[in-house]
């Protein structure tokens, strides 16, 4: 059997924020979606974003070569801020990615094997750490808020270099940058 050449129009990803945005440190998922689709610009790339894991995950991730899921966490020893870099097979519970009234997010993928439907090939998370997911607010605290620049940069520079190193020089060689992207909203 003959593996398939995928071209660049083949290639389809989504960067999928997972978070509550009224709950405070919840929402880091969300903002850090919402602000990467003004700074980084893809033809082959789709923003979501969802305030639900679980089962809605095969809905979300149906149909795409590759994913980033963006979630936050809370350790037992983590600071406000601290990232974690995984793929798929270094999977720990993230808020969302983890369910208690759902189907876990290695089940949900599993599952969606089983009922053959196509998934991601690549799925990276990048988990950041949280202080507060309990309080209704729109804001971070402090100590999130203090490096949330940081956290947007070092999000945007995994993007570039470890999941789209072979395609940002499509963006550089002059794709059209204007071109609409599908932005789509989940709750």
Do not use: C
Not at 123 to 139: G, K, L, N, P, R
């Amino acid at each position: 059997m003959r593996s398939k050449i995928m071209t660049k129009q083949d290639i389809k990803t989504v960067v999928l924020g997972l978070g509550n945005p009224a709950l405070g440190d919840d929402g880091i998922g969300p903002r850090i979606v919402m602000d990467m689709r003004e700074k980084f610009l893809h033809p082959g790339l789709t923003y979501l974003i969802s305030g639900h894991g679980g089962l809605e995950l095969i809905d979300l991730l149906k149909g795409y070569t590759r994913a980033v899921i963006i979630d936050g966490i809370r350790t037992r020893d983590g600071s406000a801020g601290d990232m974690y870099f995984m793929d798929s097979g270094d999977y720990v519970e993230t808020l969302h990615l983890s369910n208690f009234h759902d189907t876990d997010f290695l089940t949900t993928i599993n599952l969606a094997g089983k009922l053959s439907i196509e998934m991601p090939g690549k799925i990276s998370i990048v988990a950041i750490e949280i202080e507060e997911d309990q309080v209704f607010t729109s804001m971070f605290t402090p100590s999130l808020a203090n490096k949330y620049a940081d956290i947007l940069q070092s999000t945007l520079n995994y993007l570039e270099t470890d999941i789209f190193s072979s395609t940002m020089s499509w963006i550089r060689q002059g794709v059209d940058k204007d071109e609409k992207q599908k932005d789509q909203v989940y709750y």
